[in-house]
């Protein structure tokens, strides 16, 4: 049980485009769901955190009109990375958080974005 | 505040060797602790986690016990294979007036040689 997805899994796109990656927990419900960004061989770094049916809440240094987040439904959420640039290149993980247990993240396999 | 401090890597070991990587914590008020694991290329797993003082998780072969006095929660594995071969990050979630984001450490290379 609780299992994450992400789609895609890779991702290579030209420099000015818009991304879009899904986070879908599959077997449970998330009340809560968080964006991470990974820079090679660092750790992880929260860019934001959303809630079913509100608005996101961005970590600071994170800008809001460049990563769209859109928390749709219980079990998807959406990041849009706009207007992609080659500094925007990295491996984009999401987590989900049960509603039964709000305090446990349950992680994707993470997207890697290249920007050509 | 709340922090999390690894030591650093990489870590070389030979197959069958004893591992340990060490985890301390800084945070306010009563953490759960965890240990992820990130294989070359993916997301990370949940390895093992401890809930409340004295608290010992156990996975795959895997300990840490949750140390309040010490503030640590050190991993440990009596004989790594191979295939343990990876990044494994400490991490903690405040568990205070529902905040449940976490917070990691940087972050442990292990590398396992036959």
């Known amino acids: 049980g609780a299992v994450v997805s992400q789609h895609p899994s890779r991702v290579i796109c030209k420099s000015g485009t818009s991304v879009k990656i899904e986070c879908r927990s599959l077997d449970f419900q998330a009340t809560t769901m968080f964006w991470y960004r990974q820079f090679p061989k660092k750790s992880l770094m929260l860019m934001a955190t959303s809630n079913e049916g509100s608005k996101a809440t961005y970590e600071q240094g994170v800008e809001k009109d460049k990563f769209l987040i859109n928390h749709a439904s219980l079990t998807l959420s959406t990041l849009t990375v706009t207007s992609a640039h080659p500094e925007d290149s990295s491996f984009y993980i999401c987590?989900?958080?049960?509603?039964?247990?709000?305090?446990?993240?349950?992680f994707g396999p993470g997207t890697r974005l290249t920007v050509t | 505040g709340n922090s999390v401090t690894q030591m650093e890597g990489p870590v070389t070991l030979s197959e069958e060797a004893f591992l340990t990587i060490n985890c301390t914590y800084t945070a306010t008020g009563y953490p759960s602790l965890f240990w992820y694991v990130q294989y070359p290329g993916e997301g990370l797993q949940l390895l093992l986690k401890a809930t409340k003082a004295d608290d010992k998780g156990s996975n795959k072969g895997f300990e840490a016990t949750y140390r309040k006095e010490t503030t640590s929660f050190h991993l440990e594995k009596g004989s790594v294979q191979v295939s343990d071969s990876a990044v494994y990050f400490c991490?903690?979630?405040?568990?205070?007036?529902?905040?449940?984001?976490?917070?990691f450490g940087a972050g442990t290379r292990l590398a396992v040689h036959p």
């Open positions: 991490a903690l979630t405040p568990n205070s007036g529902g905040y449940n984001k976490l917070i």
């Open positions: 987590s989900a958080s049960p509603y039964q247990s709000p305090y446990e993240q349950y």
